[in-house]
């Protein structure tokens, strides 16, 4: 059964920096692009970063380039989410999928909270 556990988030000021985690079972997480999006309240999903099964290749979504990287460690099968300078329009529920950009249709996770306010 395909599994995705997210963690991480928290409270933080404006400019703040948090390490997201996404623990992944199920399937052979070397094999999959991976990908982290993101649900602020009244608002669609919307796709934050991916990275490719080797990890060679990533990619941002503009509003957050610059400020976040992703990465993963295919011994662990775990992947993660630097988050830096954070701003409120960060805050959101972070999940994280199998896919570089559109998810493979598995089921998501419960996410994990970031809210960024002073």
């Known amino acids: 059964q395909v599994q995705f556990v997210e963690s991480g988030g928290d409270l933080v000021q404006p400019g703040g920096s948090l390490r997201l985690s996404c623990v992944a079972s199920g399937f052979t997480f070397s094999n999959y692009a991976m990908c982290w999006y993101r649900q602020a309240p009244g608002k669609e999903r919307e796709w934050v970063a991916g990275?490719?099964?080797?990890?060679?290749?990533?990619n941002y979504a503009d509003s957050v380039k610059g400020r976040v990287t992703i990465s993963r460690d295919n011994a662990k099968n775990t992947m993660y989410l630097q988050m830096n300078n954070l701003k409120p329009e960060d805050t959101a529920v972070y999940y994280c999928?199998?896919?570089?950009?559109?998810?493979?249709?598995?089921?998501w996770g419960q996410g994990t909270q970031v809210t960024v306010s002073s």
């Open positions: 999928n199998a896919g570089f950009q559109a998810v493979l249709g598995w089921d």
């Open positions: 990275i490719i099964r080797t990890g060679g290749y990533t």
